[in-house]
C-alpha cells in the first residue's frame, strides 16, 4: 500500500497531463509544418496541400479525443458509480481504482468519507426521531389502556349488571349496547397493542413475534407459518424493537397489499445475530415503488446497522429478509 501512495504522490495532476497530452499534438503539427518540403499556398481549397491539411487537422482531432477519453475515463466510471450509492443501503462504498489519476482517487476517498459521515449523522438522527416516536406510542398505548381501556371496562360491567336486571324488553337493547363496549373495548387494546407491544417488555422477543402471528392469523384470516428458533442470541432493547416492528409491517404489507393467503415467518440464529424472513405468496411489487412503509423498515435497520433486502419469493410474493449482527459486533 505504502509503494501504491507514493506512485500516487508522483504521478503529475489530471490538469497538466491534459495539458502535455495537447501540447505534444500541437508540437508535433508544428515540427510537420516546420520540416516539411511542402510549401503553403493560396487559396488552399482544391489543392493537395490543403487535403492534406484537411487531413492532418482530422488526425489532431481524433488523437486529441482519444487521449482526453482515455485520460477523463476513470471520471466517468466514478460518476456512473456515485449514481448508484443509495443512502437506505449502508455500507455501500467506491472502490478506489488501482491505476488512474491521483484525482479520481482523492475524489473517491472524499466520496467514501462523506458516505460514513452521512450514514453516522443519518443514524444519530434516526435513533433520536424512532426513540421519540416510540415513547410517544408508548405514552399513548398507556393512556389508551388505563384510561380508555379502563372506562369501558367499567362501562361493560355496569351494562352486564342492567342487563340481569332490567326488564327483558330493555334486556335486549341493552345487551346489543353492552356487544357493542365490549367490541369498542377490544378495537382499544388492539390498537395498544400495535402502538406497544406488551409482550416484547414483558415475555421477550420469541413470545411477542409469536403473538403478532396469532394475532394477524386470527384478524387476517390468511394462515402465518412460523419458525422460531429456541436459542437466539441476546439483543439489545433497540435491536429486538426493530426486528419487532419490521416483521409488524411486512405481515400488514402481505394483508393488505399482497393478495396472498399465505405467509411464512422464520426467526434464526445468524453468524451471532438475528435473521427475520417474511415471505408471502402473493403477487409480488412487480413495478412498484417502495412506499413509506419499506422505507421505514430501511430506516429502522440503519438504527442497529442491520441489513434488510427484499426480493421474490419462493412461492411468487415478496420475501423480507433483516439480518441484525449480534450486539459486540455493532
Excluded at 493560396?42 to 482530422?58: D, K, Q
Excluded at 440503519?302 to 450486539?327: K, Q
Aim: charged share 25%.
Amino acid at each position: 500500500m505504502p509503494a501504491t501512495s507514493g506512485r500516487r504522490r508522483r504521478r503529475l495532476p489530471l490538469v497538466w497531463r491534459i495539458f502535455l497530452a495537447n501540447a505534444a499534438i500541437l508540437l508535433g503539427a508544428w515540427m510537420v509544418l516546420a520540416f516539411s518540403p511542402a510549401a503553403v499556398v493560396s487559396p488552399l481549397v482544391g489543392t493537395v496541400e490543403g487535403f492534406a491539411g484537411v487531413a492532418g487537422l482530422t488526425a489532431m482531432l481524433i488523437l486529441n479525443l482519444v487521449l482526453m477519453r482515455r485520460t477523463l475515463a476513470p471520471l466517468q466510471r466514478l460518476s456512473a458509480l456515485m449514481r448508484r450509492v443509495d443512502p437506505l443501503r449502508p455500507g455501500q462504498r467506491i472502490p478506489l481504482p488501482e491505476r488512474g489519476p491521483e484525482e479520481v482517487v482523492e475524489l473517491s476517498l472524499a466520496f467514501n468519507e462523506m458516505l460514513e459521515r452521512l450514514e453516522s449523522e443519518r443514524r444519530d438522527s434516526a435513533r433520536r426521531a424512532l426513540g421519540a416516536q416510540e415513547g410517544e406510542r408508548q405514552r399513548l398505548a398507556r393512556e389508551l389502556h388505563d384510561e380508555i381501556g379502563q372506562e369501558l371496562t367499567g362501562l361493560v360491567l355496569q351494562l352486564e349488571y342492567a342487563v340481569k336486571t332490567a326488564p327483558p324488553e330493555l334486556a335486549t337493547h341493552l345487551s346489543s349496547t353492552r356487544e357493542g363496549a365490549r367490541a369498542s373495548l377490544e378495537d382499544v387494546r388492539r390498537v395498544a397493542r400495535r402502538l406497544r407491544p406488551e409482550a416484547l417488555d414483558d415475555l421477550g422477543l420469541r413470545s411477542a413475534i409469536t403473538n403478532l402471528c396469532e394475532r394477524v392469523s386470527e384478524h387476517t384470516g390468511f394462515i402465518v407459518g412460523r419458525s422460531i428458533a429456541s436459542d437466539l442470541p441476546r439483543l439489545s432493547k433497540e435491536a429486538e424493537l426493530v426486528v419487532y416492528r419490521v416483521a409488524q409491517e411486512s405481515l400488514t404489507n402481505a394483508a393488505r397489499h399482497s393478495e396472498a393467503t399465505k405467509v411464512r415467518l422464520a426467526l434464526e440464529p445468524q453468524n451471532g445475530g438475528v435473521r427475520l424472513t417474511v415471505a408471502d405468496n402473493g403477487r409480488g411489487m412487480g413495478q412498484a415503488h417502495e412506499g413509506a412503509g419499506i422505507t421505514g423498515m430501511r430506516e429502522r435497520a440503519i438504527l442497529v446497522g442491520a441489513d434488510l433486502r427484499l426480493s421474490p419469493a419462493p412461492e411468487g410474493g415478496v420475501s423480507v429478509s433483516l439480518t441484525v449482527p449480534s450486539s459486540e459486533s455493532l
